[in-house]
């Protein structure tokens, strides 16, 4: 990350002064142009106009075309909204994934939809787990990860075909599915069977298993899955199976859902 000295040589980041714009912008009463921005937070011009394009092209602050003034971005909302249900979902699902993880022994996942992608929430790793590769926070595709294939199997019809429409179905290896069709049979399948596999198709050596959260409407919010070394995970694929299901189902009871 660049760092940048400011005049009361207080070394500051540039994540700080984009922060410090956001912060800015809502707290103004009227919309603001670059130059007012970077006289008000003694930002050079030309930082402050970086920070805006990145602020503006990842949707975080919007700008008038006709007065070139900037206000909060949608995007900044729709996260917002969604920080008191990420916090809940992930509060929530931290005991089950340690105990799946203690009955497992296996490197346990949450992962969410998030901008058409999986985004791994949480994850408790397993001490013996020397070929896990995920982070929190960590963004991959939908159509290549256990998680990410439960995610979009369980999607409303219509949801469904409009990611399918957007995802490019990336090779990771030889094992990733990159035909749309391979993909949809598998997750028809998956719906049939409630639940997913990555037989090492992000990463050689590393299987990983997942099934579906839900929410008191039913609706498929999270994946909970394992993920380790193949021949392991394979060996005890119906032990780690009835362990994922289980506390899958405490998660989603604990949200609201009820079996009919």
């Keep these: 990350m660049i760092i940048i000295a400011n005049s009361t040589n207080k070394r500051e980041t540039t994540l700080d002064r984009a922060i410090k714009v956001l912060e800015y912008l809502a707290d103004s009463q009227v919309e603001k142009n670059m130059s007012d921005i970077a006289k008000d937070l003694k930002i050079p ?40 249900y990420i916090r809940e979902l992930r509060n929530i699902s931290m005991p089950y ?4 993880t203690a ?5 346990s996942q949450l992962g969410i939809i998030f901008e058409e992608n999986l985004y791994f929430l949480e994850i408790i790793e397993a001490p013996k787990n020397t070929k896990t590769r ?16 439960i995610l979009l199997a369980f999607q409303p019809e219509e949801k469904r075909k ?8 990336k090779a990771f290896n030889m094992n ?3 035909d749309s069709k391979q993909l949809e049979k598998e997750l028809e399948e998956i719906r049939e069977k409630g639940y997913a596999v990555d037989r090492e198709e992000v990463f050689r050596g590393t299987t990983c298993l997942a099934m579906p959260i839900y929410n008191a ?20 694929k119906e032990k780690n199976l009835n362990a994922i299901h289980h506390e899958s189902l405490n998660i989603s009871f604990k949200l609201g859902y009820q079996l009919s």
């Design 162 to 169: 409009e990611l399918l429409e957007k995802i490019e179905l």
């Design 103 to 107: 009955e497992t022994g296996e490197t």
């Design 134 to 149: 995920g982070t929190v926070g960590l963004s991959l595709p939908l159509h290549a990860p256990a998680a990410g294939k």
């Design 97 to 100: 994934m340690r105990e799946l």
């Design 176 to 178: 990733t599915i990159t």
């Design 217 to 236: 409407d039913k609706e498929v919010i999270a994946a909970l899955g394992i993920t380790g070394d193949t021949e392991r995970v394979k060996k005890n």
């Design 45 to 84: 011009n030309g930082t402050a106009y970086n920070i805006l394009k990145t602020l503006e092209s990842n949707q975080l602050i919007e700008r008038d075309q006709s007065s070139k003034r900037y206000t909060l971005g949608f995007k900044l909302f729709q996260l917002g909204n969604k920080v008191d």
